[in-house]
């Protein structure tokens, strides 16, 4: 039930809120004078839903109350009612954070729909503030799960961009967790009370992405029929979180490093510049500097999205964090499945701890999910895990081990075999880390640097 607080001097004017108010089914409270008023809200303000407020009152003016009101309890909504009904004063309590304004005498369906209205946003406001609350609470640093020193170092890189604005570029394989990474970011800084907005850049199709960053004018092109917001003005005040950021055609990467320079942007088919106050970060896959080599990415772009680079480490490279990581699954989605705790033999443990996770955490997350679904009775047995029992050619690898995939004739000497399979193992690596060479350089358990001559020895930095 809702709770109201009425003030005003007059008492019978209270009693006649009173009657009205509570055959709607609110609970009513009254205060014949403003310093009444704050002392009960003083005393629970998260109590009530909606304050009445008469603007002329002795001790305390409505003004002033509605001011303390706006400054201390601004979740409040606060409906003015006065005889008194100027156009200096509606604007004067308006700028100080009136929610509406009701003249003397009463006009009891007014009341009724204005009281409605100012009750519903007070409810969708604490909706919004639990919401928030708990979404933070959910991307805080301590929700991400690993113990490992590489993930050590990521947190405290987390904590040391979360209270700046500078742009951060997150790098990883697939499925290593950039999301979850750039969301800590946006709820430990000082955004986090504004929007976090997310678009893949390598899901939508080029010739619509530019107005889904930008938004666009009405009749700015075939189909425009009215106007439209893009991401980076929805994330004003906030963060973007700009996915797949090698996906990013390069037309539009000049309209964006614009944003990062001069903070404005300008919609598809608009006339001048709007300002704007977002924090770019920006997560990657690919390997954005040899993009740049390529000419395929702006070398200016990089640089500036690049301020602050963060590295997520391949699940294999953190194989101690793996535990804790399936504990974490299996208690949401045992909870999600609505059944008691299922557990881990320790044989299946054994099989997640020693796989290679080329899909990452992501892959961690839908096996153990499988699991769940599968498992007869409280315990996951190895049988339950069929991918970490596949042995198939693209399961191969286990720590540093590579089979061979290449065919030899008659007549090759050794050094020839020797070459042509170690041309084989760099090039099957760069496959599987989509082209990054320190990645692959320790995939197979060699020097970057020698990675990187070798690549160069055997034709291997092209697109092949």
Partial sequence: MAKILVVDDEQHVRKALLTLLSKQGYEVVE?????????LLQQGHEDYSLVLLDLHM??????????????????IPVVIITAYSTAEKTMEAMSLGAFDYITKPFDISAIKRITAKALEMNRLTTEVKILRKTVAE???????????????AVYKMV???????????????????KELIAKSIHFNSARAGFPLVTINCGAIPSNLLESELFGHEKGAFTGAVSQKLGKIELADRGTLFLDEMGELPLELQVKLLRVLQEHEIERVGGVGARKIDVRVIAATNRNLLEMVKQGTFREDLYYRLNVVSIDLPPLRERREDITDLVQ??????????GVDYIYMSPEAMEKLCHFHWPGNVRQLQNVVYRAVVMASGGMILPEDLPVVNRDSEEDVVSGNAF??????????????VLRKSERSAM??????????????????DVSRKAFVYKCQEYGLDSNE
């Fill in 427 to 444: 090039q099957w690596a760069l496959e599987k880390t989509q082209g990054n060479k320190a990645h692959a350089a320790k995939m197979l």
């Fill in 31 to 39: 205060a014949g004078n403003g310093k009444d008023a704050l002392k």
């Fill in 58 to 75: 002795p001790e305390m003016s409505g003004m002033e109350l509605l001011s303390i009101v706006h400054k201390q309890y601004s979740q």
């Fill in 403 to 416: 089979v061979l995939r290449e065919k030899f004739e008659v007549g090759f000497v050794m050094r020839d």
């Fill in 328 to 337: 974490f699954f299996l208690e949401r989605y045992t909870k999600e499945a």
């Fill in 159 to 177: 904590g040391k961009v979360a209270a700046t604005r500078v742009p951060v570029l997150i790098q990883g394989e697939s499925g290593t967790g």
């Fill in 138 to 152: 959910r991307y805080s640093l301590d929700s991400i799960i690993g113990n490992s020193s590489c993930m050590q």
